[in-house]
């Protein structure tokens, strides 16, 4: 977790004003000041005279010997029997966290059963940097000085237009001395660069796209949602291509019209998403929304948390985090791609965005549109309820129809020894490329191989301080732990047997599919779309926007290029392992195929070309493959929610994971015994394990885990929070909770 930065010296500039008053409190108010720290609760502070603080308001106060950042939570009359109170050091000038957004912040940590602190780090985060500077460029002016020297001529003509110092002297080619004597000489001169980006003001009266029919009624339904205030969730449910963004656009359009302050919030589970629905909304808006996830500059969050603190930044488009902004006036709230898993948050403090989406917007009293072409489970069984308002579009957009989905069954045809693309795969990639059209060949797997194997010994690598395998990436000729980012040269022995050139690479990655395609199709152009080769949102976008102009015949991709992009030349998809997620053994494994392979099939044909998907698979008489090659949901939901319901899964039952991790076996198998022998006894909830976490070893660290399961009707939050606190994890142990975990690493 990050930690809030120390309140500097500078930044508080009454901090002796409570100097004298420890002590004396006596007729002056308490303060309840929360910390962004993993800290239960709220601290007491006396309030010093005058300051008029109110709930809400950013603080620094001290806290052991550092002076911190919170935010005043409620405030006590009475003193409390006499107990020396530290008191509030000083305002902050930030604008204060809203009510509805501290309201949000301590409903999360209740139902996350952890501590209010964490979800209020997040909140707070966008503070941690300082606000943007000024930029200043370099540019060339008056006449040319006396000793023009070769190096100085080319820092003049790279100066021409303005242009920042570090820049200048790459292009150049000179040292930052060279730049200097310019600078002195006045021959170069500071100018300030144009500010980033203002928070322009959305237009939502600017004209939409012409809907058709069933995009219109879909539309007026959720539009008329947004635009009333009070609060309500709908499913906006139509497969991929059927225009469920333009009609969350014409929502977002009411929403922004109905009230003069009104603020809509788009999440996104990919950061590779965002830019092109960032001109989408800019095109429709006539001004581009603001930007909130990993890949916005600490200065520009910090602008934007104050932008959307004040009401100014009146469209936010991000990742799940954006959902603990500083909202003044929240009307709607969209959650693209609902049933993504990326809206899990693993670490830290552990919370399911899609479902916070709608506490929040519970909290806010605004409507919450939750869309998806293969809606989670969770979310089809509340529209089915009628908890939620469900909203269809049934058809593609215009021309464009849904692609056939076959299944080729690698027992009937298998690839050839060492190969991965079965026969019927090549033979329709060689069609497709005839025709001029393209090929998305899907797996999900990064890198060359996933294995790598001793031929001598039979040993399989691991990293040296998890139990995942090492995955080979032949770009880079390492060896890469996925999980913990643990990466070493491929030896030339086996580390175990000592035996020379005896490791083999065992099943394939993107890298090794690529390297199969190239060789099957020497004349197309490929390229591979990965965490590896597109590392940031810039080359997704680039990538992406090559590969939507025709410039590739094929790509092969994992499933950040399964979702949401438009590609008008695509007409085949081929999965290469339709059966990977199947073998995850956890209990949305069938789900989640189901999603994934439903999305990437969901890429082909999305223009007036029909569209094709293969899946090969060994399992083609799996229930889930028969549901994804009829295009039977309905069909596949009935199975899969009958199976939950007799065993007492979600939705029908509720989970919780509590996840031990220590680096003494023998220290930590002893407290999991302690903790399964402290868990209460109820009616409604059973128990499970400790098991080994199937990933035992991660980082050094040894994982157990034990289960709780629950009837709808417990409370599993008391349960839990009882449960806690029967136990004390001894050093260097850690306890977690999941509620509702989704991943069983
Ligand atoms: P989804 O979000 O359901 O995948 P999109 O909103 O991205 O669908 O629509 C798919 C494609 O069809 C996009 O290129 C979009 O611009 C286009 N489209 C959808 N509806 C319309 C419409 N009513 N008028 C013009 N283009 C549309």
Known sequence: MESPADIRAADTSEAAVGEGDRGGAAGRRIVQVLFPLPLPEAFDYAEPEGMGL????????????????????????????????????????????P?????????????????????????????????????????????AP????????????????????????????????????????????????????????????????????SQAAAATALSAMAAARGFGVALLDGVTGSGKTEVYLEAAAAALGARADAQVLVLLPEIALTEAVIDRFAARF??????????????????????????????????????????????????????????????????????????????????????????????????????????????????ASMPAIELIDLRAHPPEAGQWLAPPLVTAMAETLARGEQTLLFLNRRGYAPVVLCRACGERLKAPDSDSWLVEHRYTGRLVCHLTGFSMAKPERCPQCGAKDSLVSIGPGVERVEEE????????????????????????????????????????????????????LLTLVGVVDGDLGLKGGDLRAAERTYQLLTQVSGRAGRRERPGRALIQTWAADHPVMRAIAAGDRDGFLAVELEERRAVGLPPFGRLAAVILSGPDAGALDAFAQAVAAAAPAAQGVSVFGPADAPLGLVRGLRRKRLLARAERSVDLRAYLVAWRARVKPPNRIRMVIDVDPYSFL
């Not at 809400?56 to 052991?64: I, Q, T, Y």
């Not at 004040?310 to 902004?325: C, E, N």
């Not at 908890?387 to 957009?397: I, K, P, Q, T």
């Open 517 to 568: 395609a190239r060789l099957k199709f020497p004349d197309a152009r490929l390229a591979v779309f990965s965490s590896d080769t597109v590392t940031d949102a810039a080359a997704a976008r680039a990538m992406i926007e090559a590969m939507a102009r025709g410039e590739f015949d094929i790509m092969v991709a994992t499933q950040g290029a399964a979702k949401g992009h438009n590609f008008p």
């Open 146 to 213: 006396p000793r023009l020297t070769a190096s100085r001529r080319r820092v003049l003509a790279a100066a021409a237009q303005p242009i920042a110092r570090a820049d200048l002297a790459r292009a150049a080619g000179v040292s930052d001395g060279v730049i200097r004597a310019l600078l002195e000489q006045g021959a170069l001169a500071a100018v300030a660069a144009p500010a980033e980006a203002p928070f322009a003001a959305p237009d939502p009266a600017r004209p939409g796209a012409i809907l058709d029919p």
């Open 286 to 399: 006539g001004a581009a929304p603001a930007q909130w996830h990993s890949g916005v500059s600490p200065p520009r969050r910090r602008e934007t948390w104050e932008a959307v603190a004040t009401g100014r930044a009146r469209i936010v488009v991000g990742a799940r985090s954006a959902l603990f902004l500083p909202f003044t006036a929240l009307a709607l709230i969209v959650v693209d791609e609902e049933h993504d898993g990326s809206y899990k948050q693993e670490d830290g403090f552990i919370y399911q965005a899609r479902d916070l989406a709608v506490a929040r917007g519970k909290i806010e009293g605004c409507a919450v549109i939750l869309a998806s072409a293969t809606p989670s489970l969770e979310t089809l069984w509340n529209a089915k309820a009628g908890r939620y308002r469900w909203v269809r579009l049934n058809d593609r957009h215009g021309a």
């Open 99 to 143: 009510a509805n957004t501290l309201a949000f912040v301590l409903w999360a940590a209740r139902y996350a059963v952890d501590a209010s602190g964490q979800p209020l780090a997040i909140a707070l985060r966008g503070l941690n940097a300082p606000r943007p500077r000024p930029e200043r460029r370099l540019v060339a002016q008056g006449p």
């Open 54 to 97: 109110a709930v809400g308001d950013m603080v620094a106060a001290p806290l052991g010997p550092r002076t911190l950042r919170g935010v005043v939570t409620g405030f006590s009359d009475a003193g409390r029997g006499g107990r020396a109170l530290k008191a509030v050091s000083a305002r902050l000038d930030d604008p204060p966290l």
